[in-house]
């Protein structure tokens, strides 16, 4: 009796769920606006943040060793920012530039693509129609694909030129948060009831142990497999070196996909001058993928993630589909936070689970 009640009253609950969710969701119109506003404020917060955390390592650690707290912070800031701007200084003219010659020459780029599609068909006309259908299927994948992707992207890029002032206000706000971060942490524990801190303390530990350094070395293996990937690039004489090397190392953040993803465009480009550029520029994907998952990723990243392969592509396909571009970058560490939550609930809660 006491389990057909209480499983009553979890449907009841689920119920009065999504009623509710049903009614949030019908009220979009009136508070979609709202959020909107506070998204575009919280956001350079955000983005603050998450430079404040990583950066805050090297700070506790120039600390430690004797150096007061300003300095520590300011040699830190300096060189973060100095070395940002510096990169920004030298590569956004000639990055800027090779969009331009890449936007100028699309049409000579989509009619090769075309001859490349028109001269597959001719190969295989000959072929079972099974298969020509799922060539022409494969195709028309590939091309949806692309449309899609370059549409999101080419949103996220107007989206950052269209913040440009909030984007300026960044390191102002990330110096602000780095000097005061010790004030800023007992506020926050100030805020949170006693009962909770513990829990708290050690979700954020626990959260921070598998996600801290995962963060800090994908960022680094993505920036030395873009810079050696614009290096080798430039050397076999592909177009727009810079640019495509900036793709391959920012997709390389997206797990499993996204080599495949940084990939086709500069296969795309290289087929447009000659197949043994394409090859060439296949071989190079491939020995960097092969360094980056053998060497770069266990050595730098190591395995602090600790999630099995299969619910990471599952968070990357749905993290794409829900927030394109930026849903692909940051669906994994989002899975990662949800599942830590998970398994601290299941530990603090054992017998209320069990029941």
Known sequence: MDIK????????????????????????????????????????????????????????????????????????????????GFLIYKGIPIFINQLNDLSKNTPLLINQYE??????????????????????????AINNGIER????????????FNSL??????????????????????????????KWRNETR???????????NYIRGQLMVCGLIGVVS????????????????????ATNVIPYFGPIIGAIPAVIIAATTSVKLVIFVIIIIFVLQFIEGNILSPLIV????????????????????VGGVIGLIVAVPIVAIIKTAILQYYKVFPARTEN
């Open 202 to 212: 050690r979700f954020i530990e626990n959260v921070n142990e598998s996600l801290g």
């Open 5 to 84: 009640v209480k499983w009553f009253y979890r449907l009841g609950f689920l119920l009065l769920l999504f009623i509710v969710l049903f009614i949030f969701f019908k009220l979009q119109p009136y508070w979609q606006p709202i959020l909107h506003i506070l998204l575009s404020a919280i956001f350079p917060f955000v983005i603050a943040a998450f430079i404040t955390y990583l950066l805050q390592p090297l700070v506790r650690g120039l600390h430690k060793n004797g150096l007061p707290k300003w300095l520590s912070v300011l040699i830190i800031y300096l060189l973060f920012f100095g070395g940002v």
């Open 165 to 194: 002032f909030i984007i300026i206000l960044i390191p102002f706000i990330a110096f602000y948060m780095i000097k005061d971060s010790d004030y800023l942490a007992d506020f926050f524990w100030y805020i949170v009831p006693n």
């Open 302 to 321: 190591g395995k602090s993630l600790k999630m099995h392969p299969l619910l990471i592509m599952f968070s990357i396909l749905l993290g794409g589909e």
């Open 149 to 160: 992707f370059a549409e999101k992207t080419l949103k996220f890029v107007f989206a950052v």
């Open 115 to 140: 001859n490349w599609a028109v001269w597959i068909e001719n190969k295989t006309n000959n072929w079972p129609i099974g298969i020509q259908e799922q060539i022409e299927h494969g195709f028309e």
């Open 230 to 249: 614009s290096v080798l690039f430039w050397l076999i004489d592909l177009k727009y070196p810079l640019l495509l090397g900036f793709i391959v190392g």
